[in-house]
């Protein structure tokens, strides 16, 4: 079946622009995570949102970032006023529901954003 | 807090030369440890769960085992599409189901 999908591929903006990147998660995954993989770090956690509750946005490195899930599907990741430090590779994933169990994520092919 | 380590970080290999990689965790109660397979330029690919220790799995030349403070993903007989980088992760602190990854071994196999 069709995996974790994520648009756009590839997004250069300038400094202080907002960007929008999207995820769409597999079809039956309740789960949705979006991480960060900037040049040379691993992987680094942002928000997770599962089924109707409230999102963990622990992650989220500054109040320039948000997320939301609309119909416990699509998920759109905000970052307003665009900051160079900004540029990584956004990657969505997307799992089934948890009950205390960690199931594996599958992994979209990401977004990579550039700010000039 | 949770930490993963993640060893050597880049190793060289020649087709068919065999070895392991490293994967050692500080975690409480661990809840799974979660390997991934990373190209260039896509997302990571999902290999394999271990739950327990002494609990082992396998898909074609990689086998991975895990003990209580660490885990190896054996190469067996590699060849150059194994090229890639692998990715260990845990779930983060009791409750959380962010996964914490290491940085990376970036394997690169010589035909």
């Known amino acids: 079946g069709a995996g974790v999908s994520q648009s756009p591929s590839n997004k250069v903006t300038e400094k202080g622009k907002d960007v929008e990147l999207r995820c769409d998660p597999i079809?039956?995954?309740?789960?949705l995570y979006w991480y960060r993989q900037s040049l040379g770090q691993g992987l680094e956690f942002l928000i997770y949102f599962q089924g109707n509750s409230a999102p963990d946005k622990s992650g989220l490195p500054s109040d320039r970032f948000s997320a939301e899930r609309t119909g416990g599907s699509v998920s759109t990741l905000t970052i307003q006023r665009t900051q160079q430090e900004d540029s990584a590779v956004y990657l969505c994933?997307?799992?089934?529901?948890?009950?205390?169990?960690?199931?594996?994520?599958?992994f979209g092919p990401g977004t990579r954003l550039t700010v000039t | 807090e949770d930490q993963v380590t993640q060893s050597p970080e880049a190793l060289r290999l020649q087709e068919g030369e065999s070895s392991s990689l490293n994967c050692s965790y500080t975690?409480?109660?661990?809840?799974?440890l979660f390997w991934y397979r990373q190209d260039p330029g896509k997302g990571p690919e999902f290999l394999f769960t271990l739950y327990s220790a002494g609990e082992e799995k396998e898909k074609e030349r990689l086998k991975a085992t895990l003990t209580k403070k660490e885990s190896f993903l054996h190469i067996t007989a590699p060849k150059p599409e194994d090229s890639a980088t692998y990715l260990c992760?845990?779930?983060?602190?009791?409750?959380?189901?962010?996964?914490?990854f290491g940085q990376g071994t970036r394997l690169t196999i010589n035909p």
């Open positions: 079809s039956g995954h309740t789960a």
């Open positions: 975690v409480s109660g661990l809840r799974g």
């Open positions: 994933a997307s799992s089934h529901g948890t009950s205390g169990y960690v199931y594996e994520q599958y």
């Open positions: 992760a845990v779930p983060g602190k009791k409750g959380a189901q962010k996964l914490v």
